[in-house]
């Protein structure tokens, strides 16, 4: 299989880009990683007439502390993200999540802006970017502008990314000592993408939960917040008896996302499961 014809354009700073995106508007697909764009152009899935290969562009590949925030450059590659001590340190919910996502190759080559501007419901570091209420840059020629992880996402492989624009940083907090994270996923084999993700960040005093945030993922077009699970932990000790209360308010959420590996009813098991599974881990009994 094979793309249909398209030009290609390397712009090698971020100004030849932004005038690039400026010039093609939505003519243009940016070209990252190519681990999800180049499948979907060969099977011609999207045929953009040009392709604007970010790969040379200098000052998009970083992690670096920036105040209360660790800042990473959207083209930061997978294995970089998952080997970074800075991230294993100050954004471990990061490094849990790596854990799970794709294979060795995969991760040489895809980044993790090319990930979250795909937008995939299945992908796990959307429903990271959420649980830990991430900032978004989103660049064009008109300068910056920040979005919230929860309005980054529109819909299935959907963001407020428009033609003209790229997202250049994703800024997660920091963690603070107080806080706990879990992650955990089901995928027919690992490394897939999943069926059911569910994470969580929890920010104790002692054994008591102060606020509370339950993230599901691979079960609707959008992953996104359980609210009812949240308000099942917040303000109170947090011990299996909450984590088997917090889970089944997960049954607030109806799965949506139903294909040959579940349908509704084994997705909404799988999300309790997983609920359960990634609290458990974030009190230290999983
Ligand atoms: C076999 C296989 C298994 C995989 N398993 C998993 C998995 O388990 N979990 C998971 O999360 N992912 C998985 N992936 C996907 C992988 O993580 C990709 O790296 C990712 O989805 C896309 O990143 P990329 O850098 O390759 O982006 P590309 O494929 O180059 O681009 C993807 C899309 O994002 C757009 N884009 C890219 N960068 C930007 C930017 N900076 N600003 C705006 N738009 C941009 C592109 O135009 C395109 O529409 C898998 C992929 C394969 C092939």
């Known amino acids: 299989m094979k793309p249909a014809p398209f030009r290609l354009e390397r712009p090698d700073t971020i100004q030849a880009l932004c005038r690039a995106l400026a010039k093609h508007g ?20 999207v045929t953009p007439e040009v392709l604007i290969d970010i790969n040379r562009v200098d000052g998009l590949d970083y992690i670096r502390l920036d105040g209360d925030a660790l800042a990473i450059g959207a083209m930061t590659r997978h294995v970089t993200v998952k080997e970074s001590a800075l991230v294993k340190a100050n954004v471990p919910l990061i490094a849990k999540a790596y854990d799970h996502i794709a294979h060795v190759t995969v991760r040489n080559r895809g980044t993790i802006g090319g990930n979250l501007s795909h937008g995939d ?4 570091l959307p429903a990271v970017a959420i649980c830990l209420d991430a900032k978004f840059v989103v660049s064009s020629s008109e300068g910056n502008r920040t979005v919230r992880a929860a309005e980054f996402f529109k819909g299935m492989f959907e963001t407020d990314v428009s033609p003209g624009e790229f997202l250049s940083e994703i800024r997660f907090p920091v963690a603070a000592r107080n806080q706990r994270f879990g992650f955990d996923e089901f995928s027919p084999r690992h490394g897939d993408f999943a069926i059911a993700i569910a994470t969580v960040a929890l920010e104790m005093k002692g054994d008591t939960c102060v606020s509370a945030s339950v993230v599901h993922g691979g079960v609707r077009e959008m992953p996104g917040q359980v609210a009812d699970a949240e308000a099942a932990l917040r303000g109170k000790v947090v011990s299996g008896e909450q984590v088997a209360l917090a889970a089944k308010a ?22 309790r499961a997983l609920t359960a599974r990634a609290l458990s881990q974030a009190i230290g009994e999983g």
Not at 26 to 45: E, H, K, T, Y
């Open 26 to 45: 939505d003519s243009a697909r940016i070209l990252a990683g190519g681990q999800s764009l180049v499948p979907m152009m060969n099977f011609r899935l």
């Open 121 to 124: 419901p299945s992908s796990e």
């Open 250 to 271: 997960t049954a607030s959420i109806e799965p949506t996302l139903q294909n040959y590996h579940g349908d509704a009813a084994y997705k909404s098991d799988l999300l």
